[in-house]
């Protein structure tokens, strides 16, 4: 029965990890055999029972123990008679690659991150390049991948999303009920929601000093949803929202964020690296929601609309972005969310990410 290897650092939260424990599961109910090879983490406890998963140190850069993963992944490809390694970080790609090698199994990748470049970053980041084919995950990607390895063989795939499950009309009101209970929020309250990692690079600073400049500031209730890995950021987070006369609410480690999808007016992607998908922008189109994003990465050609999407070097840009939606009628915004939520669900579902890959292995496994 063929086989296929998806092999990733870790396997906890995170896009990454969420789209392999979807093709993962997908094979297995397909009655393919599926093998996950990373460091564990709590994913695995989704996995379908058939999936099997190997734990390996694949979560470093260290090259004693880089070069041991590769003899250990080739005893796991022999051993289990591996039609198809698919690789989807850099250090563990390069013990895959190796480890293909010498053996029949294929090896492809999923370039998912626009890595930063310089020498030594161009030689490291390359093997995500040497697949074949390369799957990237939007326009934007196979632009970023063409760009620094010319010769190699793109395939596009977008990423998706579970539209059916990120649904308005799947929301929990009382969940909202308490929550707007809790932090005062009135009725005409304007709610602009930012979800994401704390971390600079999502650009919550960026927001805070976009709403401080906004027409309907007195009327605006921001909500941050993300991580509590970072208590310090969030401080400073904190600070900066005092500062430019904002009220700011903080809501973390929140695995169920479709309650703050429906509560928002407006969701903001002020990310300042570029993304090489846009989840995020993606969930809130699901919920019919509108959405803000840059002319950075991936986002703005989710959005496809001109009108949310701001320069990333203008602070006025988004300003003007924010306050041309939170100056909408009920139905203009009615309007926009329908049109999200269909561009979402016919382009973004997680039902054609499952089955583009699932076609794309087909060409490499061998008839049986």
């Known amino acids: 029965m063929n086989a296929v290897l998806q092999i990733l650092p870790t396997f906890h939260t995170g896009g990454v990890e969420k789209t392999t424990l979807l093709i993962a599961n997908a094979l297995a109910e397909k009655g393919l055999r599926s093998f996950i090879a990373s460091a564990g983490g709590i994913l695995i406890k989704d ?54 090698k010498s053996t029949n199994a294929h090896f492809l990748t999923t370039y998912h991150g626009a890595y930063s470049q310089n020498f030594f970053k161009w030689y490291y980041n390359r093997v995500m390049a040497m697949g074949d084919p390369v799957i990237v995950t939007s326009c934007y990607m196979e632009n970023h991948v063409k760009m620094h390895y010319s010769n190699a063989e793109c395939t596009q795939i ?39 990692r704390f971390t600079p690079i999502k650009g919550h600073h960026v927001l805070l000093k976009s709403l401080g400049q906004s027409t309907f500031k007195d009327q605006i209730r921001v909500i941050f949803v993300g991580d509590s890995k970072n208590p310090k950021f969030v401080n400073d987070l904190k600070k900066q929202s005092e500062e430019n006369g904002l009220r700011l609410h903080v809501h973390l480690d929140e695995k169920d964020l479709r309650p703050f999808f429906h509560m928002a007016n407006v969701v903001v992607v002020p990310t300042i690296k570029p993304e090489a998908f846009g989840r995020v922008t993606v969930e809130a189109m699901s919920m019919e929601k509108i959405v803000i994003v840059n002319n950075l990465g991936a986002s703005s050609e989710i959005i496809n609309n001109k009108d949310w999407v701001f320069n990333h070097n203008s602070i006025e840009s988004l300003t003007h972005k924010i306050d041309n939606a939170l100056s909408l009628n009920s139905e203009q915004v009615q309007t926009i969310g329908t049109a999200n939520r269909l561009r979402a669900s016919t382009l973004y579902n997680v039902e054609a990410l499952i089955e583009s890959h699932l076609q794309l292995y087909k060409r490499f496994l061998k008839a049986e």
């Not at 649904?167 to 709610?191: A, F, G």
């Open 47 to 100: 996995l379908h029972p058939s999936v099997i998963h190997v734990e390996l140190p694949l979560n470093t850069k260290n090259p004693c123990v880089m070069f041991s993963n590769v003899k250990r992944l080739k005893k796991i490809i022999e051993g289990y008679r591996i039609d198809i390694v698919h690789a989807r970080s850099r250090a563990p790609a390069w013990s895959a690659y190796f480890a293909t």
């Open 158 to 196: 977008p990423s998706g999303v579970n539209t059916q499950f990120f649904s308005p009309e799947l929301v929990n009101l009382p969940q909202i009920q308490t929550l707007k209970s809790l932090w005062e929020i009135k009725d005409n309250t304007k709610i602009i929601l930012l979800v994401g």
